[in-house]
């Protein structure tokens, strides 16, 4: 039976909890349940603080688990990541007092504060700087304020927070992570491991695709297809008026409203959008 670890608590499993409900498996219905098994999936769900997780996974004590980029990487766990799953963003940026054109030189012999310090050292290693990266497990912002750091990296989303306290944002993104399916590379060939893999990839899949359909008139069938090539290529088919087909393509979400626009003004005509809610490809 495999066994996965999904975080406990707060949005990343909230969403965990959706994407895999939507790929087919029994998920907890009373939030105090630290342990799931579903049966007729051959698949044991184990409920830990998302800090945790890779540490589990990393360890052999599970086989796979949901967790953040971010946090992987500054666990330091022999796991890695199998699935980027879309969800739960964020971006790691550092920040320093304003009023100074701060640039990565200028962080050489300097404090860093972060509730992330393996991944911050690992960053600072691979950029060849040597530093002091300071723990912290909350208000890192307060941090330069304070006196117990010269600067800070921490997550960023509109930097109202840090502006705030006086920092400003300086250098390219740390770390740009999201939640991510992780195991051991000696997992690989599990095929346990493949088909929760497969099903996850089909989700994540059917949340950016839609399918439409439409009918066209045969001579502006290459120019609609042109518009919607779909992954392989577009599924036509003949309608009653000899003159006219009907074409099905994947479109990507996102592109809807214009793909239509664009078909429409070729001259297509019963343009309908459907959602789709799992799929292999």
């Known amino acids: 039976m495999l066994r996965v670890a999904i975080p406990n608590k707060g949005s990343l499993a909230e969403d965990s909890i959706a994407v895999l409900k939507e790929a087919g498996y029994k998920q907890r219905t009373d939030s105090r349940d630290l342990v799931l098994v579903d049966i007729q999936n051959q698949v044991e769900f184990y409920y830990l603080r998302p800090r945790d997780i890779a540490l589990y996974v990393g360890s052999g004590e599970l086989e796979a688990g949901i967790t953040g980029r971010d946090l992987l990487i500054d666990s330091e766990a022999k796991a890695t990541e199998v699935l980027s799953l879309g969800y739960g963003g ?151 008026n000899i003159d006219w087909v009907a074409v099905r393509a994947m479109v990507l979400r996102k592109d809807t409203n214009r793909v239509m626009d664009e078909l429409w003004n070729v001259g297509a005509r019963g343009i309908l959008v459907t959602d789709i809610h799992a799929c292999r490809l």
């Open 90 to 240: 964020s971006t790691f940026r550092f920040a320093a007092p304003s009023g100074k054109n701060w640039n990565l030189k200028d962080i050489e012999g300097k404090r860093v504060a972060s509730a992330y310090p393996g991944l911050v050292s690992a960053h600072l290693k691979s950029l060849g700087i040597k530093s002091t990266v300071v723990r912290l497990d909350g208000a890192v912002e307060s941090s330069v304020r304070l006196g117990v750091a010269d600067l800070i990296a921490d997550v960023v989303s509109t930097g109202n927070t840090l502006r705030q306290a006086g920092l400003e944002i300086f250098a390219d993104p740390i770390l740009i992570s999201e939640a991510i399916l992780i195991s051991r590379e000696t997992e690989v060939n599990n095929p346990a491991l493949q088909i929760l893999l497969r099903r996850l990839q089909g989700v994540i899949t059917a949340r950016l695709y839609v399918l439409m359909d439409y009918d066209i008139p045969k001579d502006k069938v290459d120019a609609a297809c042109s518009i919607t090539p779909g992954l392989e290529s577009p599924t036509i088919s003949p309608l009653q």
